[in-house]
């Protein structure tokens, strides 16, 4: 599937205000590919299409989830938003015919993290945080970090949404947890 095919097709499933996000999210997964020596074309599909079910609701979400054999735990039945990664996996498979795990397992694991986060989760998942359309306090040093260092970067923004659910009294997943400690494996293993 062309991007141009691609852009009409994801423009029908989410906001046209969704659809600037991911892009944005797209261009700064590029620049971080090229600095990181990672697959181009390879993040700008999981980029574009990380937040394809983020526009769906709750109810469709869970429905989904149900149909495709997701897990629904507590924290996915009492906040279904959590399913938009792994719903959107889905999405992406079938609506778009991406079939490359690591895409899909990009895509799936960008708003919970994932048990191994690997440099393709990492992209995904800092770009998500730091597109240019981002602005709150501490952005600019994500970003700063997010291009001096992969892993620093990712640890940073995984520390800042952990920081970020903690002073909300938000539910954190578990897995959000495991994404840190695999960061952090990996900055031990690489010093």
Known sequence: MQEKEILEKLASLITPKRLKHSLR???????LAAKYGFDRGRV???ALLHDCARDFSEERLLEIARQEGIKIGDMEEKAPILLHGPVGAVIASKSF????TQILKAISAHTTGAEVFEMLDKIIYISDKIERGRDFPGVEELREKAFTDLNEGALACLDNSIKFSLNK???LHPYLCCARNS????IIQNS
């Open 25 to 31: 999210t797209r261009d700064t997964a590029v620049e």
């Open 44 to 46: 700008s599909l999981a």
């Open 97 to 100: 015919g991406i079939h490359d």
């Open 169 to 171: 009294k938000m539910l």
């Open 183 to 186: 960061v952090l494996l990996d």
